[in-house]
Each structure stands twice: as C-alpha cells, then as structure tokens.
C-alpha cells in the first residue's frame, strides 16, 4: 500500500487586494520560497486534476478557499515528502503563493515550450479576472508573454528573476496606467504571473475542446 504524509503547509486565505500581498511568516525568505515550490510540486505532481480545476476558480468565492484549503491539507507519497530538505516539510504561508507554485508548476509540465503556448494564448481568447492586481496581471502576461516565460524558467531568489522581473515593470507600468500601481515582492508578483499565465492557457485549450 502506498504511504501518505500529511502536507504541512498551513495557509492564511486572503481576498481582494491582499491577494497581491501575502503576509510573511517566515524570516528567511529564501527559505520559505524553496519550501513553497518543493510542496506545491509534489502536490501539482500527484493531484494534478484537483489543481486545475481549483486554479480555474474565482479567488474571492468561498468554494475556491474551501478548496485550496483542501489541497493544503492533502496527503503527499512519502517518496515526495522525503525527497524534500527536513527545513522545507513544515511552512505557512497565504493563499496566492501557494496557488502560484502550483499554477507555475502545471503550465511547465507540457511538452511543448511555455514560450510558443503563452505566445499563441496572448492573442487568443481573454479570461475572466477577478480583481483589478488580475486584471493588470493578465494584462502583463498578454502583453509580454515571451517576458513572463522568461521569468518562470528562473530559479527563485536569483540575480536572473530579478532581471526577468525588472523587465516586465514597464509592462505592467502601462497596465496600471490608468488605475493604482502595485507594489508587491517577487514572490507575489511571480504568483500572481503564473496564476494569471495558467488561466489564459486554460481559456485557450477549452476553445480547442470545444
């Protein structure tokens, strides 16, 4: 039979504007990064169907907290939990950068480049959004698709996405240009990014289906 670890990753849910602006519970950021994308991998990896359809949802609604909530209480394979760092196994963290690692980790997991997909998504169909840090994420996205790849091919806490990150800000300069411009850390900004990136794609792959 194969074995299950709890997930330890306690998750403070938060709506609106402060999707955009997680709190932090940790000293070391780097740190609590690196425990962010080792949990959110395992859990992309191993209840993949269960993140794409909780990634879909609006953020504001009670079902999507009450689901999210789920997937970070969810059982992982030892063979997962184990290969994490001992520093890594326990983590709190808020909801959008537990639902941008696993966003992050699910449009990488395609065959095909992130770069030709976010390209093609960019001048395709354009999804709902939520709120207006959304709004203006997507609007980045769309607007500098080859940027926001470049940006999730970077490793977390690197010269590389502060560059990939200091390359979008014109962007997202004219995507708040009529309204409040967003001030946010890395981790938010890359969360909000990927969460955004994963349901333009999605817009897409339902028009094929269709």
Request: charged content about 25%; aromatic content about 6%.
């Amino acid at each position: 039979m194969k074995k299950f670890v709890a997930i330890g990753v306690v998750i403070s849910l938060l709506s609106g504007l402060a999707h955009a602006q997680p709190k932090r519970m940790e000293r070391d950021v780097a740190k609590q990064r690196a425990a962010v994308t080792a949990w959110t991998e395992c859990i992309a990896e191993e209840r993949r169907d269960e993140v794409k359809a909780v990634l879909l949802l609006d953020y504001r609604d009670d079902g999507y907290k009450s689901d999210l909530n789920e997937l970070a209480q969810t059982r992982v394979s030892k063979r997962c939990f184990d290969a994490m760092p001992r520093a890594y196994r326990q983590i709190r963290l808020t909801g959008l950068p537990f639902a941008g690692g696993l966003a992050e980790h699910v449009i990488e997991s395609s065959d095909k480049p992130l770069l030709t997909r976010l390209s093609m998504a960019a001048i395709g169909l354009n999804p709902a959004t939520f709120s207006y840090t959304d709004q203006v994420a997507m609007c980045t996205v769309r607007g500098a698709p080859h940027l926001a790849a470049k940006l999730f091919k970077t490793e977390i806490e690197t010269a590389e996405e502060q560059a990939a990150l200091a390359e979008l800000l014109p962007v997202t300069d004219v995507c708040t240009r009529r309204g409040t411009p967003i001030e946010a850390s890395p981790l938010a900004i890359r969360s909000m990014l990927a969460t955004a990136s994963y349901r333009l794609l999605a817009a897409q792959e339902e028009v094929e289906d269709a």
